[in-house]
């Protein structure tokens, strides 16, 4: 708006600079959202032509509106077996007119890499978009925890532990810097031995943290109680 008055001498409102903000935006990306979920069948088709052996999955609802789309490259899959047999799953808000959430799965190949095996979209972050994507990730191969016993019961669910730590913080309203280094101290001990001199050590600087962690389960965020090998995959931000 200011532009325009500078360089032309007018005066445009708030709601007309927005219309033709979007009028711009339209022409710059060829086209509106309810365009580009049109082309989903087409693109998906594509794919398939030219990724053989992909893995591709688009749901709609029964009035014909999108609802959830799952794709796993050819080249994804055939990697997928030389992998670290951990699997970091995570999701994020997508932004936009019709925003929903990203889903995706990844894993740490020999190289220490990030290698992604499937991505997901979904109408929102809940149980059945969840149950949804896992059981589409396991084709190929309330919350997280309520869904991955059926999507993979014989699977053994690890907590992140830097959620966990946000947890920590935000119940305990406390961001230390000595907080989270005896956090992690904790959380990353190898044997129990050590486990138990830290924890009593943490504990003791934060009244009710034992509790709150042991009630989340102490095999599921350290890596001396982790009933199987997490090969130092702590995190899902790797």
């Known amino acids: 708006m200011d532009d325009?008055?500078?360089k032309f001498g007018v005066e445009v409102s708030y709601s007309v600079a927005w219309k033709g903000h979007e009028c711009v935006y339209e022409n710059l990306r060829l086209?509106?959202?309810?365009?580009?979920?049109?082309?989903?069948?087409?693109?998906?088709h594509m794919l398939?032509?030219?990724n053989p052996g992909s893995v591709v999955n688009l749901e709609v609802t029964?009035?014909?509106?999108?609802?959830?789309?799952?794709i796993a490259f050819a080249a994804s899959i055939q990697g997928f077996p030389?992998?670290?047999?951990?699997i970091s799953t995570?999701?994020?808000?997508l932004k936009g007119k019709y925003i929903g959430v990203l889903f995706t799965t990844v894993f740490h190949d020999a190289n220490q890499h990030i290698f992604p095996l499937a991505i997901g979209v979904g109408d929102s972050e809940n149980d059945a978009a969840w149950t949804w994507f896992l059981k589409r990730v396991k084709d190929v191969h309330r919350s997280i925890s309520s869904?991955?016993?059926?999507a993979f019961p014989r699977a053994f669910h690890g907590i992140c532990i830097y959620h966990l730590l946000n947890n920590l913080k935000t119940k305990f309203k406390s961001?230390?810097?000595?907080?989270?280094?005896?956090y992690l101290r904790v959380a990353k001990s190898y044997n129990i031995q050590e486990f138990h001199v830290l924890f009593y050590t943490l504990c003791s600087d934060v009244p009710g943290a034992k509790e709150y962690l042991e009630s989340v389960g102490l095999d599921r965020w350290t890596r001396s109680h982790a009933p199987c090998r997490r090969y130092n995959i702590m995190t899902t931000n790797i």
């Open 4 to 6: 325009m008055k500078q």
């Open 31 to 44: 086209g509106t959202p309810e365009q580009s979920y049109k082309l989903l069948p087409a693109y998906l």
């Open 48 to 50: 398939m032509q030219t």
């Open 62 to 70: 029964d009035g014909n509106k999108f609802q959830y789309l799952f």
């Open 82 to 86: 030389y992998c670290r047999p951990v």
């Open 90 to 93: 995570n999701a994020t808000h």
């Open 147 to 150: 869904v991955v016993a059926e």
């Open 175 to 182: 961001k230390t810097k000595e907080l989270e280094q005896h």
